[in-house]
């Protein structure tokens, strides 16, 4: 067909569309998604990965760990299977963030607004479902995402702290303060105990961690919580004139580059630098104003989600979003939406 002749179709549709009530335009979309093609096929082959994946070495009942399991049926059109020593039955989304959520043909999608770091309002308008739905599958996602192991770092690491004003977004009995208005300001100036510490670490190799610290400065005893188990590798240590990274360093055994940035000492020897890491804050700040601040309490799901977009930013969409699916379905996630709701903020120990 012409594309002149298409514009006109195309034209015409719209036309008629926009000339209909709101019950009908609901019924003519409604009938125009059976018309599209289905997302059935790729969230079958996801769901083939992930088998893959997780019952590599053996397929195993999640519950007793016995590789004596035969196939007990299908529910919903999804594939159950029931251990013989245990009697349990279980199926691929078991002990997955998916494990008993609806909608299956719409996880590839919602995938895609993850990676584009869609609000929860505008995700579920496109989804169309509810809010709350949008807000279980984000954190029950990211809280498994986050119990990934990470990389040890190795060679050059630089490391620096960033900061967030404390909240208590979505709290309606705050207690001790005013309630802020789209974020606020601390009643303090500078650095105090209403800013949460953001402990950034990367090394040369791009492997980043992006952990809250603690409330104010961080401390040695802090640091070495957040990066003595991944240091094994590292050579030297570049931050700035902080202390905390001095003494971390010395009683770590490692070689410490310190830059006076409030004398203008940004490099040394045109090799030790935390320009990587503050560049990472930079890209950090910007994708967290999307959100007109977050929860306090759920500040490291939202930087192990954007650890994770910053990592794989030169990926395809497709290669992104099955990559996010599969990494957050690999760890046992018990959570369950209640669990989630009533998180309390807490500090690494």
């Known amino acids: 067909m012409a594309p002149a002749k298409t514009k006109t179709n195309i034209a015409a549709v719209e036309a008629a569309f926009s000339s209909l009530d709101e019950a009908s335009k609901r019924l003519a979309l409604a009938r125009l998604k059976k018309l599209m093609p289905s997302d059935g096929q790729s969230v079958g082959k996801f769901v083939e990965s992930l088998r893959d994946k997780r019952f590599r070495k053996g397929f195993a009942c999640p519950h007793y760990n016995s590789e004596k399991v035969i196939r007990h049926g299908m529910r919903n059109g999804c594939q159950r299977y029931k251990c013989n020593p245990c009697s349990r039955t279980y199926s691929d989304h078991t002990h997955t963030p998916f494990r008993g959520t609806r909608y299956p043909e719409k996880w590839l999608p919602f995938m895609e607004h993850m990676v584009n770091g869609l609000s929860i309002r505008k995700s579920a308008k496109i989804l169309c479902i509810a809010d709350s739905t949008v807000f279980q599958w984000r954190h029950k996602l990211l809280t498994a995402l986050k119990r990934m192991e990470l990389d040890d770092f190795e060679g050059l690491l630089e490391v620096d702290e960033t900061y967030f004003l404390y909240s208590e977004k979505g709290n309606k009995g705050i ?51 957040l990066l003595a188990p991944y240091i094994g590798k590292v ?102 939406y209640i669990d989630i709701r009533n998180t309390e903020f807490s500090l690494p120990t």
């Not at 990592?311 to 760890?331: D, F, Q, W």
Request: aromatic share 8%; charged share 30%.
């Open 175 to 225: 207690v001790g303060r005013k309630a802020r208005k789209r974020g606020g300001s601390s009643k303090y100036r500078g650095i105090s105990r209403e800013q949460v510490c953001v402990v950034v670490a990367r090394d040369r190799t791009k492997k980043t961690q992006a952990r809250v610290a603690c409330m104010g400065q961080v401390n040695k005893a802090q640091a070495k919580v």
């Open 235 to 336: 050579s030297s240590v570049c931050s700035d004139a902080n202390g905390t990274w001095r003494s971390f360093t010395a009683e770590s055994g490692l070689d410490h580059k310190e830059l006076n940035q409030s004398r203008e000492q940004r490099v040394i020897r045109k090799i030790y630098h935390i320009q990587n890491v503050n560049a990472f804050h930079s890209r950090l700040k910007k994708w967290m104003d999307r959100f007109k601040g977050v929860a306090s309490k759920h500040l490291d799901n939202y930087l192990t989600w954007f650890r994770f977009i910053d990592a794989h930013s030169r990926e395809s969409m497709s290669a992104k979003r099955l990559e996010l699916l599969l990494t957050a379905c690999l760890p046992v996630s018990p959570e369950r």
